[in-house]
C-alpha cells in the first residue's frame, strides 16, 4: 500500500479567489446557461458546498467553516456566488480546478463542458493522491456498536468504506485493506466531563480524514470491544467516484461538531448526499442525529447492495471460544497467556491435538484482549510463540466456531424515540402521563439491535395530569441517564456503573401539616457497581452510589447520600417480555438527614414491533412516610 495513512487534514494553501473581470466567450455561455437551468439552486451543488437544505431554510448557509474551501468572498451563504466564481476558475484555467475535481464532475455532467475550449490544467498532486488511494468501485456504511465507557461513542459511531472490488464478490472476504471515510472532533487530550461540556455546545472542530480499514477495525473491534457491522451501499461506482473527488476537496475543511447533532452521523449523510443528490437525509434530523436512526435513514433512501457482514469484536470472539472448552482448558490458556506455561508443556499435548489447538487460539486471543497495545517486549515474544505452536498443529478455525451472528442487526431493533402514555395512581391521587423520550434505550425496551444490559437515555420528560386536583406538572426531566450492567464471569471482569442527573417531582416532607408535598428536586446520582448472569434467567446487579439532591423543599435546600441499589434484569428468550426487579436504600448524612428506601418490579410486554405495554409498581419509604407509585403505560417507538 502507498499510504500507511491518508489524512485529509492538512496544511493545503488557501485556494485562489479567481475575478470574474472580463469574461471569455465560453463563459459568458456557461454563466447563461447556468443561469437558465438555475444550477445554484440545484441539490447537486449544495450537496457539494454542504449548503443547509430544506424549504424552512430562508438564508442559506454552508456548515462548512474554512474560508479555503470557497472562492467568493460570499460564497459560504451566497450558492450563486460561489456556482459563478467556480466557473470562472475553470474557464481561466485557474489552479482551482485542480483543487476542486467533484465541482467539475458535476459541472460537467450539468453544462456539458466543451474540453477543447477550456485551458489545459495538469493536477499532478491530485493524480498522485487518487493513484495512492487506489481503486473504489463501491462503498459500505460501518456501524460500531456503542461502547459506554467512551462517552464519545456511548450512541455508536458510522464510518464509510471504500470498497475495492465490487461488493456482491467481497462480503465473505471482506475488504480489510481498503480505506474508510470518518469523521471526527479534534479534540486535543479533552477528556471526561471537559470533552462532553465542549462536544455540547460545539467548541471543537471537526473533520473528515481516511484511514485503511484495518486500523480502524482495530481501534473499535480490538480495543474497544465493538462489533462492527458493514452494510453494503446501492451506490454505482459512478457515484462512488464522485465522493472520493469531493473527499479531495475536504481537506483541512473545519466543519461544525456538536455532540448531539451535527457529529460523525450527521456529516457522512452529507457526504452520500454528493454521492446522490437526490437523497434528502440530514432533513430527516432536524433536532438530534442518531448513529442508529441515521443508518436506518441510509439504508430505507439509499438501498442494500448485498446481504450485510457482521465482525464480531476481540471481545466477542474470545467470550464465544472460552464458553465453547472445559474450564480446565481455560484456564491452561491463562497460564500461557501470562507466561506461566511453555506452548509445549507435555500436559498440553497430552490432551491431544484438538484440545492443544484451541487452548494455544484461546491464550493468544487472551493476550491480545488483555494487551493490545503490546507491541514488543516479552509479551510480543510470547504471542509470537504461540502463533508459531499454533501453525503446527493440522487443526483448522477456532474453538467453537466462528461466534453466532446476532438474530437482529442494530438498524433492525426498535426505534431509538419513544413516547410513553398511560395513567396510574401517587399516594392515592390518580394521574394520567405523557412522556418523550427521543433517545435511546433503557432496560425494558427489547433487546434486539442494542448493547445488552446497558440503558442511556437523555433529555427525557415526563408530564402528569392529576384530574381531582385540576394539577399539571412536570414530573420528570432527565438530562441524561446511563447504565451499564457488564456481567462478570470467568473470562472477563469489566466494572458496571451509573449515573443520571436532571430534575425529579417527588413527594418531600411538609412540616407546617406533616405530611407528603409534591416538590421539584435536582438530583444527582451515581457509581460502580458489579454484576453477574443468572444463566439464561437474567442478569443480577448492585451499584454503590452518591446522590446529591438540591431544592428549596429540603431543610436546608441540600441532601447528600451514600447508597446501595440492586436488582435483577429479566426476559424471556424470544424478548417479547422483560422485568426488572430493583432496590435501594440511601441513608442522607449531609444537609436534610434521613434514609430512603425504594423497591419495584416493572414489566413491559411487547404487543408488537413499535409498541409495547407496561407496568410499574414502586414502593418508596421516605420521611418517615411510605406511599406507593403505580402505573399502566403503552410505549411507542418511533
Not at 474540453?115 to 468501485?137: S, T
Not at 432533513?283 to 442518531?290: E, L, N, V, Y
Not at 480446565?328 to 511453555?342: H, P, Q
Amino acid at each position: 500500500m502507498a499510504l500507511a495513512a491518508v489524512w485529509l487534514v492538512g496544511c493545503a494553501a488557501a485556494a485562489p479567489q479567481p475575478a470574474l473581470g472580463p469574461a471569455s466567450g465560453y463563459l459568458s455561455e456557461l454563466l447563461s446557461r447556468a443561469d437558465r437551468l438555475e444550477l445554484s439552486r440545484a441539490p447537486g451543488w449544495l450537496a457539494l458546498l454542504h449548503y443547509e437544505r430544506g424549504s424552512g431554510v430562508r438564508t442559506r448557509r454552508s456548515y462548512a467553516r474554512s474560508d479555503a474551501f470557497f472562492l467568493a468572498a460570499r460564497g459560504a451563504s451566497d450558492p450563486q456566488a460561489e456556482l459563478r466564481a467556480t466557473l470562472a476558475a475553470f474557464a481561466n484555467g485557474d489552479p482551482a480546478r485542480c483543487r476542486y475535481p467533484a465541482r467539475f464532475t458535476w459541472l460537467d455532467g450539468a453544462l456539458g463542458f466543451q474540453r477543447e475550449r477550456l485551458p489545459r490544467v495538469d493536477c499532478p498532486e491530485y493524480d498522485q493522491w487518487r493513484a495512492d488511494l487506489g481503486p473504489a468501485l463501491a462503498a459500505s456504511l460501518i456501524f460500531a456498536d456503542a461502547f459506554l465507557n467512551n462517552p464519545s461513542s456511548m450512541f455508536g459511531h458510522t464510518l464509510i468504506r471504500l470498497d475495492r472490488v465490487p461488493v456482491a464478490e467481497d462480503v465473505d472476504r471482506r475488504d480489510l485493506g481498503a480505506y474508510a471515510v470518518n469523521f471526527a472532533a479534534e479534540t486535543g487530550n479533552d477528556r471526561g466531563v471537559l470533552y462532553a461540556v465542549r462536544g455540547i455546545v460545539g467548541s471543537y472542530p471537526g473533520y473528515y480524514s481516511l484511514l485503511p480499514y484495518y486500523d480502524k477495525v482495530r481501534q473499535y473491534g480490538d480495543l474497544e470491544s465493538r462489533d462492527l457491522w458493514e452494510y453494503p451501499l446501492a451506490l454505482t461506482p459512478e457515484q462512488v467516484e464522485l465522493l472520493i473527488e469531493h473527499l479531495f476537496e475536504l481537506r483541512d475543511v473545519a466543519f461544525p461538531y456538536y455532540y448531539f447533532t451535527q457529529n460523525c452521523s450527521f456529516h457522512l449523510l452529507g457526504l452520500l448526499e454528493v454521492a446522490r443528490p437526490d437523497l434528502e437525509l440530514l432533513d430527516r434530523f432536524p433536532t438530534h442525529t442518531i448513529p442508529a436512526d441515521s443508518l436506518r435513514a441510509v439504508l430505507e433512501e439509499v438501498g442494500l447492495a448485498a446481504t450485510p457482514g457482521y465482525r464480531p469484536s476481540a471481545a466477542t470472539r474470545l467470550a464465544h471460544e472460552a464458553h465453547a472448552v472445559p474450564a480446565v482448558d481455560w484456564a491452561l490458556a491463562g497460564e500461557l497467556a501470562r507466561g506461566e506455561r511453555k506452548p509445549d508443556d507435555p500436559r498440553l499435548r497430552e490432551l491431544g491435538v484438538e484440545r492443544h489447538a484451541a487452548i494455544l487460539t484461546l491464550a493468544y486471543d487472551e493476550l491480545a484482549y488483555e494487551m493490545p497495545d503490546e507491541d514488543r517486549g516479552e509479551a510480543r515474544a510470547r504471542a509470537l510463540g504461540l502463533l508459531a505452536a499454533r501453525s503446527r498443529l493440522a487443526v483448522r478455525g477456532a474453538p467453537g466456531g466462528p461466534p453466532e451472528r446476532p438474530a437482529v442487526r442494530p438498524d433492525e431493533g426498535h426505534g431509538s424515540g419513544r413516547v410513553r402514555i398511560g395513567a396510574g395512581i401517587r399516594d392515592g391521587s390518580a394521574f394520567l402521563e405523557l412522556g418523550v423520550r427521543p433517545a435511546l434505550h433503557d432496560v425494558l425496551d427489547p433487546l434486539g439491535g442494542y448493547v445488552p444490559n446497558a440503558e442511556i437515555a437523555f433529555l427525557e420528560a415526563a408530564i402528569r395530569y392529576y384530574p381531582n386536583d385540576g394539577k399539571l406538572d412536570l414530573h420528570r426531566l432527565t438530562l441524561i441517564e446511563v447504565v451499564s450492567v457488564a456481567p462478570r464471569d470467568d473470562v472477563f471482569s469489566p466494572i458496571s456503573w451509573s449515573f443520571r442527573t436532571g430534575l425529579e417531582n417527588d413527594l418531600v416532607e411538609d412540616r407546617a401539616r406533616d405530611d407528603l408535598r409534591d416538590a421539584y428536586v435536582y438530583r444527582t446520582r451515581g457509581g460502580p457497581g458489579l454484576s453477574r448472569r443468572l444463566g439464561d434467567f437474567g442478569t443480577a446487579y448492585a451499584f454503590l452510589e452518591a446522590t446529591a439532591d438540591a431544592s428549596t423543599a429540603l431543610v436546608p435546600a441540600y441532601a447528600l447520600a451514600a447508597g446501595v441499589r440492586g436488582g435483577v434484569q429479566l426476559g424471556d428468550s424470544r424478548d417479547r417480555w422483560r422485568g426488572h426487579l430493583h432496590a435501594g436504600v440511601d441513608a442522607y448524612l449531609l444537609g436534610d438527614t434521613r434514609t430512603a428506601v425504594t423497591l419495584g418490579f416493572d414489566q413491559r410486554l411487547q404487543l408488537t414491533k413499535r409498541v409495547g405495554l407496561e407496568l410499574v409498581i414502586t414502593g418508596k419509604h421516605d420521611f418517615g412516610k411510605t406511599w406507593l407509585d403505580t402505573g399502566l403505560f403503552l410505549r411507542a417507538y418511533y
